[in-house]
């Protein structure tokens, strides 16, 4: 990182977490990585929205929430208006220093953040609005820094609990996870999920695996084909799959730290939700990351394309009834 001026430049780092879990949890970790470098304090404002409805306090400890968590208000006076009003990408004031990539991502403005925040005369709040990850250095040991940020985090008892007894005393396990509703064209077929279990079988020797999938119907059909390769899979009791609802908020958080104690994994390459609970269990290098082949995902994508054309007269037709 480019060094800074003697004064230091940030008198605190505040996260606005955007997007599911996963994306926040990611957002979260990088900026305390980024809060670290700059020498300033980290605070959290965790505003809920449909993929993540869930209060601070309904999945983080009471106490993690009172000593790290900012209100909206406290934001808003910072900015002077709402965080939702800034402008897009990088805003630089007399007051504050605010990123938000939106559509670019944030990592392609680092390079410029770090050389504002090394010529900066005055001492400002930083603030990040952001749903993924994003450093200021390429260091190499960026996944290590975020394996070690997410075994910090205290969950709230509702989160635990539901940990808790879904390991039950459980020895060391594998792990799946499958999004079956994700209609990506990088998504992996069955058959490339059916031969990475039983890479996984082979080299794990661990019969036990857990099974975290986006519905009832998934986690069934994938137990029943672990079954067959000579696992005995297990899942979340009663897992509530709608992530838009408190309970499924919960049992979202439970699933990614049961992945996160596993001690090998097969997943979906394009999922920030698996590839980050890897990172946390420290496998990250030795999980099996699936996703289609090239030719596949060039079928996809036409056939994407053609049921976008066939369907735009109606489309077109509908708006103008609007």
Known sequence: MTPMSENPPVSRVIIVPRNGLANRLQAWASAAILAAQVDAPLQVLWQPEPPAPALPDELFDAALVTRSFVTADEVTRILGSTHEALPRYLTTTDQFIALAGHDRGEQVFMADLAMLLARREVTTPLVLIAGGQF??????????????????????????????HAVDDRGPFVALHIRETDRSVQAPPAAAIRDALGTLRERSHCTSLFVAADSEQATARWSEEARRIGFEPWSLVDAQRDRTVLDGAIDSAADWLILGRSVGMVHPAASTFSVEAAVAAGIHDQAIALEASPGRQRVRRWRGHAASAASWPRRRLRRRHL
């Open 135 to 164: 450093h200021l250095d390429s260091s190499e040991d960026f996944t290590r820094q975020r394996q070690i940020f997410y075994a910090g985090i205290r969950w709230s008892p509702a989160v635990r609990e539901r940990v808790e």
